[in-house]
């Protein structure tokens, strides 16, 4: 099979190479899937040059652990592994699961369920990872109820998009930031108003939010909060601040890339008051990934795609998600 290696932290047009492999076997307990469509993800093009180096307690110290990228997937089972009774061969599926930039990848049941069939590949690989994000961070993180005044930072995104319909879906009342290009999009999705963060400052003026999800990561964690109501939440979602265009992190920003100093600062400041500010990582869940599936079903939740590439387009595709603000996902389709 054909397969994307990183063997070294690099930049992606350097590091990531076109090889072919042995096709895997799957074990007990899992299958092999051929993948249809994978994705790019908002902070691939930090992690796979080894940024920020506190990641590289999970991605690895001195090299990649798992030499071949990816996580989202969509494809059709090819053969099950010992004791496998929830799908067969032929069975369309999505999930999550490392080494998804191949042609085949071996996945526990557990991360499958079978793809809704309003969805077409593509679609199907855009929804676990971000989707998680955005559920888990309105639903657990942010408290979520009808009534409620959103505030999402960066609606136009993977994660953004998801989390403008889960918050209708909830009975929120939501106001996406995002840039002029992308607006009709963030309304068709469900806003109901848009705010255009290169001419107007979002956190201005007298509207305060119950729960502000912050996707982008370039404003004070003090200024987040003074637009939050008197018992309202913040969540944040990693720093995006830094790109492949330029604004190259130097010196401890290395180390935790404005995240972590954030995630303490506005802890820190809300100690004091009713607000809540909770830091969010998503949790890989079958379960959540049942809720979603059933929205898409109900016609709840439309992933969005910008454009699609090909195995051998990897960095491109990495260089392209990091420099366009692309809306939606981008997809990688072996």
């Known amino acids: 099979m054909k397969a994307i290696i990183q063997r070294e932290y690099g930049i992606p047009s350097q590091v990531l190479q076109l090889r072919e492999l042995e096709t895997p076997t799957p074990k007990a307990g899992e299958v092999l899937v051929r993948v249809k469509a994978t994705t790019v993800a908002g902070d691939d093009w930090h992690l796979m040059r080894g940024l920020p180096y506190f990641a590289r307690t999970a991605t690895g110290l ?17 053969a099950v592994g010992e004791g496998v009774i929830e799908f067969a061969p032929g069975d369309e599926v999505f999930g999550w699961n490392g080494g998804t ?17 309003r969805l077409s590949f593509e679609e199907a690989a855009s929804v676990p990872v971000v989707a998680f994000t955005a559920l888990q961070g309105l639903r657990d993180k942010g408290g979520i109820k009808p009534g409620h005044e959103v505030l999402i930072i960066g609606a136009s995104g993977g994660v953004g998009t998801m989390a403008v319909q889960i918050a209708k879906a909830h009975g929120a009342s939501v106001t996406g930031v995002a840039g002029a290009r992308n ?12 705010i255009d963060y290169r001419r107007e400052d979002y956190l201005a003026g007298e509207n305060r939010y119950d729960i502000i999800l912050d996707l982008v990561g370039d404003r004070p964690t003090r200024a ?21 265009a330029g604004n190259e992190p130097r010196g401890l920003e290395r180390l935790f890339m404005g995240t972590v100093d954030r995630w303490l600062t506005g802890a820190l400041g809300a100690v004091l008051s ?40 990897a960095a491109e595709a990495l260089r392209y998600q990091d420099e366009s603000r692309a809306p939606g996902r981008v997809v990688v389709a072996p």
């Open 183 to 194: 607006a009709q999009l963030v309304l068709d999705l469900g806003a109901d108003r848009v």
């Open 274 to 313: 009713k607000q809540s500010v909770r830091p969010l990582i998503h949790q890989d869940s079958q379960d959540d990934l049942a809720i979603l599936s059933a929205m898409i079903e109900a016609g709840e939740l439309k992933p969005v795609v910008d454009r699609t590439f090909r195995l051998h387009e």
């Open 101 to 117: 930039f191949a042609e085949f990848v071996t996945v526990p049941v557990g991360n499958l369920l079978r793809k809704p069939e």
């Open 62 to 78: 001195r090299r990649p652990s798992s030499p071949i990228p990816g996580q989202d997937l969509a494809g059709i089972i090819e």
């Open 224 to 244: 987040l909060r003074r637009a939050l109501t008197e018992e309202g939440t913040l969540v944040m979602v990693g720093s995006s601040k830094y790109s492949a």
